[in-house]
Nanobody, 118 residues
Framework: QVQLVESGGGLVQAGGSLRLSCAAS????????MAWYRQAPGKQRELIAS???????NYADSVKGRFTVSRDNAKNTLYLQMNSLKPEDTAVYYC????????????WGKGTLVTVSS
């Protein structure tokens, strides 16, 4: 059974930094695109960063220049380096990945809370 587990969330002051991790485990053949989403209170979940298996990245305008997504394919782990954090970055951050086992399926982690105080 495949699992995605996020870690690294917490409380940080505005202007600070956090690094999120997402580890995939289970009977994994390969992982295609991995991504970070976030959901702020009262808002819809939004895609903020994605990274292809080969390393190509995309970012939402709201985080471009402040957040950096990366992955370690050998460890099946996704990262999100978040710098210059703002109160509006407060949200639950979710990891998402297209994982090939017997077949390709889209998996989600349970999320990690990031709170940015002003």
């Amino acid at each position: 059974q495949v699992q995605l587990v996020e870690s690294g969330g917490g409380l940080v002051q505005a202007g600070g930094s956090l690094r999120l991790s997402c580890a995939a485990s289970g009977s994994i053949f390969s992982i295609d695109t991995m991504a970070w989403y976030r959901q702020a209170p009262g808002k819809q979940r939004e895609l903020i960063a994605s990274i292809a298996q080969g390393g190509g990245t995309n970012y939402a305008d709201s985080v471009k220049g402040r957040f950096t997504v990366s992955r370690d394919n050998a460890k099946n782990t996704l990262y999100l380096q978040m710098n210059s954090l703002k109160p509006e970055d407060t949200a639950v951050y979710y990891c998402n990945a297209l994982i090939f086992t017997i077949r390709a399926m889209n998996y989600w982690g349970k999320g990690t809370l990031v709170t940015v105080s002003s």
